[in-house]
Structure formats: structure tokens, C-alpha cells
């Protein structure tokens, strides 16, 4: 038999070697608690985790602090010159906020910490926050032509809120938002409320951009309803509550939902959004008798029979339904539970459907 020369001695041992310092290396991976990593602070939260579990030593990362004072050094004297005025130690702060922003930006794209631990590791500071500097460009102009997406999907509606979010505070957020020092704000309140508020680790441009990624969705499937029986039901939850309906602050699509499932609950096409005092008393006295089980179970059936009913295929239209549907559940039981449900169905005035 003959026997391996001392090169293939030395290429086993070396591929050897090399499985065993992986398998060290995935061992102590499996170790993060990606609860312990913030996606609103990923940077600082990520560093933490990896020093924790032994996957940064504490050489790197006082080295990555001394770039990142070094950067923001270098952002003081560029805000100095370009306005002559030197910012205070809250100002300062203020600016680091926008660095780590920035670098989170960079993390994030990798979109899981093994894979960012790895970037810290190889990845000088500087090229981190050019990279996630040319990321958040790039997310201003995907958030610009998701704006012109909304205006252009938005329904015809006298509400202020959500026209005005969509003619004035999201241009005013664009208009303000300085990527350069800044990053990291949000930059003005957006008057109209969602029906699922925008995720807490949005921050800067990435919040507006999720804002406007869900207003395209709810406009999407606010115009699969009939305009008439959207502005009979807005007047009449205005009615309701002593106010007009542009002074309303309400989530359209909420308001449209609650009664289309509630005519799915009755038996009658999801479109129909008008439901008369009788049709409402039959809505209450079914819940009434229902169990929380029983509640769930009847608004996701309302929310797939709408689903159906409308032909909707789109995967993020059919997740914001079913979302819907999840929410009608809650406030069923609500209602059931506190007898009270003034909000969640509001009767119309039949003469309204006659009226020019």
C-alpha cells in the first residue's frame, strides 16, 4: 500500500484545520440573541451582542470607535465650514445620531447580524458610511417615486388629512431632510394616520419610505370600492360624530373595512358598504353570542371572503387584508366585551341614497 506524501499530510491537515476553526466560528454565531440586536440602534446593539458571545474582541471595536469619533470630527469641521457655525455638545450628539444612522443603513442591508458581524470585521468605517450613505440615496429616490405612485392611486376624497398628507407633509419631509447631518430624523408629523402604524425601527428616509410603501397599499384597495358608497359612509360616520367629513382624522380604510366585513358577516357582498340601523342591531346580537375563538374565526372568514369576492392576487394587498381582519377580531371582542360599538358600525340613512 502505498503511502500519502508529506504534501497531502500537510493539505489534510491544513483543510483540518480550516473545518474546525469554521465550526468554532457557526458555534459562537449560534450564539446572538437576535432579540438582543435593535433594529433602530443596529449598529451599537450588533457590536454589543458580538462582543457578548466573543465574535468581536475588544480591539476591534475600540478601533471602530476611534473611526467613528474620527468621522464625526470630520463632520463637524465640514458643518463648520459650510455654515461658520460650531455646533454644541448637543449638536454634536445630535450628529453622531446621523453616523450611526448611517452605518445601521450599511448593516441592515445584509439583513442578518451573522452576515453584518462579518462586514464589521472587514469593513473599515469610512467604507461603511459611504456605503450606507449611497443606500440612503438610493432610498430617497425609491421614496420619491413611491410618492408620485400614491398621489397618482389616491381617491377622490374632501377629507384634509389625507389629501393634505399627500399635497403638503410628505413634500415638506422630502424638502427638509438632510441626509448629510441629519439622517437619522423624522423630519415632520404626516397628518394622516395608517391603518398600521409604521414599524418603530423606521427612522429618517427608510420611515417615510415604510409610511408610503402602506398609504399605496390602503389607496389600492380603497379604490376597489364604489365611490358612491365610500362618500355615503364617510358622511355618515361624520354625521355620526358632529363633524365633516373633511375635518375628519380617521383611517379611510379602516372605516371602509369595519362595514365590509360587516356585510360579509350578513351574507351580503363585501361592496356593499351602506348598512341600515336594523342590519347593524342583527351585527351586535350575533357577536354578542360569540366566543373570542368564535370572533376571530368570523372576521378572517370575512376578511377571505372579501379576498374572493374581489379577485385580489397580490400577495401585500392579501397580507393587508388579512392584517384588517386580525384588527376586526379585536375590536369584535371590544365590543362584545364592553357592550359598546359606537364606532365600529355606523347605520345609513336610507334617504342618503337618494339624495343628488
Known amino acids: 500500500m502505498a503511502m500519502p506524501q508529506n504534501d497531502d499530510y500537510v493539505e489534510s491537515y491544513s483543510v483540518y484545520a480550516g473545518r474546525k476553526r469554521q465550526k468554532r466560528s457557526e458555534d459562537r454565531f449560534s450564539l446572538i440573541n437576535r432579540r438582543n440586536v435593535n433594529g433602530r440602534h443596529f449598529t451599537r446593539t450588533l457590536i454589543s451582542e458580538a462582543l457578548r458571545v466573543g465574535l468581536l474582541p475588544i480591539e476591534v471595536v475600540d478601533d471602530m470607535q476611534m473611526q467613528i469619533m474620527g468621522k464625526l470630527e470630520e463632520l463637524?469641521?465640514?458643518h463648520k465650514k459650510s455654515t461658520g457655525i460650531e455646533l454644541d455638545e448637543d449638536g454634536a450628539r445630535h450628529l453622531l445620531e446621523s453616523v450611526f444612522y448611517t452605518l445601521d443603513t450599511y448593516l441592515l442591508a445584509f439583513h442578518d447580524p451573522m452576515y453584518a458581524i462579518t462586514a464589521v470585521q472587514a469593513t473599515?468605517?469610512?467604507?461603511?458610511?459611504?456605503g450606507g450613505r449611497?443606500?440612503?440615496?438610493t432610498q430617497i429616490c425609491e421614496t420619491v417615486s413611491l410618492y408620485i405612485q400614491a398621489k397618482k392611486n389616491r381617491i377622490p376624497t374632501e377629507n384634509t388629512a389625507y389629501q393634505g398628507v399627500l399635497n403638503e407633509d410628505i413634500h415638506t419631509y422630502l424638502n427638509r431632510y438632510d441626509y448629510r447631518m441629519a439622517a437619522q430624523d423624522i423630519v415632520c408629523p404626516l397628518r394622516y394616520p395608517l391603518m398600521t402604524d409604521c414599524s418603530p425601527d423606521h427612522t429618517g428616509i427608510s420611515y417615510l419610505r415604510d409610511y408610503l410603501q402602506r398609504l399605496y397599499i390602503e389607496n389600492e384597495l380603497l379604490a376597489l370600492f364604489d365611490p358612491e358608497e365610500r362618500d355615503l359612509l364617510f358622511s355618515a360616520f361624520a354625521a355620526k360624530h358632529d363633524m365633516t367629513v373633511e375635518g375628519m382624522r380617521v383611517n379611510l380604510l379602516s372605516l371602509i373595512l369595519n362595514h365590509a366585513f360587516g356585510a360579509s358577516m350578513l351574507g351580503k357582498y363585501p361592496g356593499i358598504l351602506t348598512l341600515?340601523?336594523?342590519?347593524v342591531r342583527i351585527l351586535y346580537e350575533k357577536l354578542y353570542r360569540k366566543t373570542t375563538r368564535e370572533l376571530g374565526d368570523m372576521a378572517a372568514q370575512a376578511a377571505d371572503t372579501l379576498i374572493t369576492d374581489f379577485h385580489i392576487t397580490d400577495g401585500l394587498?392579501?397580507?393587508?387584508?388579512r392584517t384588517a381582519g386580525r384588527i376586526f377580531a379585536g375590536h369584535l371582542v371590544?365590543?362584545?366585551?364592553?357592550?359598546?360599538?359606537?364606532?365600529?358600525?355606523?347605520?345609513?340613512d336610507p334617504t342618503m341614497l337618494f339624495r343628488s
Open 134 to 137: 449611497q443606500q440612503i440615496k
Open 124 to 130: 473599515s468605517v469610512e467604507e461603511m458610511f459611504r
Open 334 to 348: 371590544s365590543a362584545r366585551n364592553a357592550r359598546e360599538h359606537a364606532d365600529l358600525f355606523v347605520p345609513t
Open 317 to 321: 394587498l392579501i397580507g393587508y387584508v
Open 276 to 279: 341600515t340601523e336594523p342590519e
Open 76 to 78: 463637524l469641521r465640514e
